[in-house]
């Protein structure tokens, strides 16, 4: 029997992560797309997500750019987690925007990888630049086949 193509083995992840993404759902991401080394994720900003400057608190930006870093170095069905990450915030999301972070995959040897992300507003405006380091548990599938 043949493998699965690679994009297969993307949309099979990006179905069985968020199944069980009790994070992405609650802050109501969507996943809008996943392909091999790559994946894009977006979320409206709420009232709640707003900190005391009236503005998005960076968390939620971080954990937005940390979901599509999640399934893009997922998106080969090998178990992967974040080793660490950084984010650079270079302008404020406010109340409604509606963000999207796109991640794709810049490096990836045996098991560490490095996954770059840039998150922007419904006007194409950049907020933000995360860069993430991925360690892969060799054998383990992310999802069940």
């Not at 790559?38 to 707003?50: E, I, K, P």
């Not at 998005?56 to 870093?69: E, N, R, V």
């Not at 999207?100 to 933000?128: I, M, P, W």
Request: hydrophobic share 40%.
């Amino acid at each position: 029997m043949s493998e699965p193509l690679p994009q297969v083995v993307a949309d099979r992840v990006r179905e069985g992560m968020f199944a069980n993404d009790h994070a992405c759902q609650g802050l109501g991401m969507q996943v809008l797309e996943v392909a091999p080394g790559c994946a894009t994720v977006q979320m409206t900003v709420r009232g709640d997500m707003l900190n005391g400057h009236e503005i998005c608190h960076g968390g939620f930006i971080a954990t937005l750019a940390d979901s599509a870093f999640a399934y893009a170095c997922n998106s080969y069905n090998e178990l992967t987690l974040a080793s660490g990450f950084s984010v650079d915030f270079v302008a404020p999301a406010h109340h409604g925007d509606v963000l999207t972070a796109r991640c794709s995959e810049v490096s990836k040897a045996g098991r560490t990888g490095v996954y770059d992300a840039e998150v922007v507003n419904q006007r194409g405006e950049r907020l933000a630049l995360f860069r993430g380091r991925s360690y892969t548990l060799k054998g383990r599938p992310a999802v069940a086949a």
